[in-house]
């Protein structure tokens, strides 16, 4: 069965650091383009960025985090990871890891809150 495994939240001060990883299997990992998508208390769920399936591993930021967030991946372990330096308050929300599938389209657009799966969601504070 598909599963994407979360893990590396946790409550920091602001202006600091986490790393979030995402550990998938179940599916063709390297044809998959990556997301983490967010949802803090009484907001919307929010894409905060995505790697795409090619081999240039191509990336994609929300405005809100572009500068301070980096993602990653490394195919050999079917896991992407999320870098979140200069932590801000509103950062808080839970972080989820996605996939789409880009098997037939590598450039089928992977910067969207909707995805083909999803799974389980790692908690970040963020104290101001």
């Known amino acids: 069965d598909v599963q994407l495994q979360a893990s590396g939240g946790g409550l920091v001060q602001a202006g600091g650091s986490l790393r979030l990883s995402c550990v998938a299997s179940?599916?063709?990992?390297?044809?998959?383009?990556m997301s983490w998508v967010r949802q803090a208390p009484g907001k919307e769920r929010e894409w905060v960025s995505c790697i795409n399936s090619g081999n240039d591993g191509s990336s994609d930021y929300a405005d809100s985090v572009k500068g301070r967030f980096a993602i990653s991946k490394d195919n050999s372990k079917s896991t992407v990871y999320l870098q979140m330096d200069n932590l801000e308050s509103e950062d808080t929300a839970v972080y989820y890891c996605?996939?789409?599938?880009?098997?037939?389209?590598?450039?089928?657009?992977?910067?969207?809150?909707?995805?083909?799966?999803w799974g389980n969601g790692t908690q970040v504070t963020v104290s101001s």
């Open positions: 179940g599916f063709r990992f390297s044809s998959f383009a």
């Open positions: 996605a996939a789409r599938d880009q098997t037939w389209n590598p450039r089928r657009l992977c910067s969207t809150t909707e995805q083909d799966y």
